[in-house]
C-alpha cells in the first residue's frame, strides 16, 4: 500500500491563525480525501481533493475555512483558517485508487488556544 | 455525515478471549471497510469486504457482511493486549468511494 506522510504530525495555534497541513503520497493516487476527528468522536468528511481542480466540499465545510489544494498525484495541503478552539482535533487525509482499500495518514493533532 | 451505527460503544475483554462487534448502515454500499485506530493515531486499514461478498479472514479478523440488513461484524479472535484500540467501520456507495464512518468501538484488552 501507499505510504503517507502527513506534516505536522500536531500543533498548538493561536486563535484567529491559520495552519496548512501537507499530505504527501510515495505513488500517484487516483483519489485523496481530507477528514476530521473533532475529540472522542468519529471521522467526517471534509472534502475530496481534486486534482488540477478545486475541491468539492461536504455539508457544513467550505472553501473559506478549509482552503485545499492538490497540484498533482502525490500531493495535498489542507489550510484550517482563522482558527478558534472549535478546530481543535484531528485532521488526516487518505488516498486511494479505484475500487481499492482507502489509507490513511498519521494525522494531524491540532490544539487552538 | 455518519451512516453506520457500531454496536457496543465499548467492550473489555481478558486476553485470549474473542471480541466481536457489530456495523449497520443506512443506504446501499459499494464496500465496508473496518480500520484499527490506537489512541487518536491514524487509522490502520484491517478488512475490505465488497457488497457481493459475505465473509472474509485476514490472521486473527474475521469480516461478516449481510446487505439484506445492512449490517457487518467485527471478530478478533484470541485477544492480546495489543488489540486495545478503537474499531471504526466505514462504507463508500457505488462510484463514489467516500467513507462515511460508524461511531466506533473502544476495545480494551485486559493482561
Known amino acids: 500500500s501507499a505510504v503517507i506522510s502527513q506534516k505536522p504530525s500536531r500543533d498548538i495555534c493561536q486563535r484567529g491563525t491559520s495552519l496548512t497541513i501537507q499530505c504527501q503520497v510515495d505513488s500517484q493516487v487516483t483519489m485523496m480525501f481530507w477528514y476530521r476527528q473533532q475529540p472522542g468522536q468519529s471521522l467526517t468528511l471534509i472534502a475530496t481533493a481534486n486534482q488540477g481542480s478545486e475541491a468539492t466540499y461536504e455539508s457544513g465545510f467550505v472553501i473559506d475555512k478549509f482552503p485545499i489544494s492538490r497540484p498533482n498525484l502525490t500531493f495535498s495541503t489542507l489550510t484550517v483558517s482563522n482558527m478558534s478552539p472549535e478546530d481543535s482535533s484531528i485532521y488526516l487525509c487518505?488516498?486511494?485508487?479505484?475500487?481499492?482499500?482507502?489509507?490513511f495518514g498519521d494525522g494531524t493533532r491540532l490544539s487552538i488556544l | 455525515s455518519q451512516q453506520g451505527e457500531e454496536d457496543p460503544q465499548a467492550l473489555s475483554i481478558q486476553e485470549g478471549e474473542n471480541a466481536t462487534m457489530n456495523c449497520s448502515y443506512k443506504t446501499s454500499i459499494n464496500n465496508l471497510q473496518w480500520y484499527r485506530q490506537n489512541s487518536g493515531r491514524g487509522l490502520v486499514h484491517l478488512i475490505l469486504i465488497r457488497s457481493n461478498e459475505r465473509e472474509k479472514h485476514s490472521g486473527r479478523l474475521r469480516v461478516t457482511l449481510d446487505t439484506s440488513k445492512k449490517s457487518s461484524s467485527l471478530l478478533i479472535t484470541a485477544s492480546r493486549a495489543a488489540d486495545t484500540a478503537s474499531y471504526f467501520c466505514a462504507t463508500d456507495a457505488a462510484n463514489d468511494y467516500k467513507l462515511s464512518f460508524g461511531a466506533g468501538t473502544t476495545v480494551t484488552v485486559r493482561a
Open positions: 487518505s488516498v486511494g485508487t479505484g475500487d481499492q482499500p482507502q489509507h
